[in-house]
T-cell receptor, first 113, second 116 residues
Framework: GENVEQHPSTLSVQEGDSAVIKCTYS??????FPWYKQELGKGPQLIID?????GEKKDQRIAVTLNKTAKHFSLHITETQPEDSAVYFC????????????FGRGTSLIVHP | GAVVSQHPSRVICKSGTSVKIECRSL??????MFWYRQFPKQSLMLMAT?????????EQGVEKDKFLINHASLTLSTLTVTSAHPEDSSFYIC????????????FGPGTRLTVT
């Protein structure tokens, strides 16, 4: 089955800096890659996603890049703010069935004011 | 759109009792709903997948007689933890997708279960 590795497990940055979280996946059939933000005591919220026919997608301060050949994808947050502090999960989905995503282990992002 | 609610947000129950958690899609019909369990500082662990009107599909190692899932309508799924024990204490999260062939999952806010 699919295996998703996520790094780093913890990321500490100063407000205004950029943050990058990286994930790799094992199943070349995966073609949907969402990123979720989870604040303490809350459920995950989809913040951005990318499909395998696209190499990059941007939404304001957030961008995601995908390298299908290398089987890795990354989340980029620019001009970080304290409210960006949360746990971020990447995931990969293989088409078919219920399209169940395989999640990474999460990255705790801390943005210091 | 695509709002999912859970109720209750927090529940404390005594060992041996059962507790029911509701998951509702508020502004869309959810063909498929998922139930996850999350331990502190851990990732989400899929427990089961349910399609409206059919039996849930449980992941390996999840006891279907202990975690009863009902998906009776396109907007409601319930998870009942039967004969709860302290080791069942966890954060339970549901998610829903609009269509069977849909990638996007919309997560609920989660339910914190504490078994004393």
């Amino acid at each position: 089955g699919e295996n998703v590795e996520q790094h780093p497990s913890t990321l500490s940055v100063q407000e205004g800096d950029s943050a990058v979280i990286k994930c790799t996946y094992s199943d070349s059939a995966s073609n949907y890659f969402p990123w979720y933000k989870q604040e303490l005591g809350k459920g995950p919220q989809l913040i951005i996603d990318i499909r395998s026919n696209v190499g990059e997608k941007k939404d304001q301060r957030i961008a995601v890049t995908l390298n299908k050949t290398a089987k890795h994808f990354s989340l980029h947050i620019t001009e970080t703010q304290p409210e960006d502090s949360a746990v971020y999960f990447c995931a990969a989905s293989v088409p078919g069935g219920s399209y169940i995503p395989t999640f990474g282990r999460g990255t705790s992002l801390i943005v210091h004011p | 759109g695509a709002v999912v609610s859970q109720h209750p947000s927090r529940v404390i129950c005594k060992s041996g009792t059962s507790v029911k958690i509701e998951c509702r899609s508020l502004d869309f019909q959810a063909t498929t709903m998922f139930w996850y369990r999350q331990f502190p500082k851990q990732s989400l662990m899929l427990m089961a997948t349910s399609n409206e009107g059919s039996k849930a599909t449980y992941e390996q190692g999840v006891e279907k007689d202990k975690f009863l899932i009902n998906h009776a309508s396109l907007t409601l799924s319930t998870l009942t933890v039967t004969s709860a024990h302290p080791e069942d204490s966890s954060f339970y999260i549901c998610s829903a997708s609009r269509d069977r062939g849909s990638y996007e999952q919309y997560f609920g806010p989660g339910t914190r279960l504490t078994v004393t």
